[in-house]
């Protein structure tokens, strides 16, 4: 399974973004996909996720109502929508799959065996 993640730049606080997250090598429905990110300095963070079969969506409480994961069965692609951007934003975005991931487990990046390369996302004030 390979992942591509894209759609990151540089906005200003307020704006909106949608990352896309492609899958090629699976089907995104039968994968649990979870974006996390990683401001410098800072270790990764769970942000979204979406379960396999669409069974549950979660996401980090800080981001809750202004970000929204949702998958495209068709295009095979995993999207997040991202409304309202404040600066703590900023990070390098990962989208990631695992096939087998419990509710328990969804916030720890150890429990996803694909990984796409990163998309940066900038928010100024």
């Known amino acids: 399974v390979q992942l591509q993640a894209s759609g990151g730049g540089l906005v200003q606080a307020g704006d909106s973004l949608r990352l896309s997250c492609a899958v090629s090598g699976g089907t995104v429905r039968t994968l649990t996909m979870t974006w996390f990110r990683q401001a410098p300095g800072k270790e990764r963070e769970f942000i979204a996720a979406?379960?396999?079969?669409?069974?549950?969506?979660h996401y980090k409480d800080s981001v809750k109502g202004r970000f929204t994961v949702s998958r495209d069965n068709a295009e095979n692609t995993v999207y997040l929508q991202m409304d309202s951007l404040k600066p703590e934003d900023s990070a390098a975005y990962y989208c990631a799959a695992g096939g087998g991931v419990i509710l328990s487990s969804l916030a720890s990046a150890s429990a996803y065996s694909y990984w796409g390369q990163g998309t940066l996302v900038t928010v100024s004030s």
């Open positions: 979406i379960r396999r079969g669409g069974a549950s969506i």
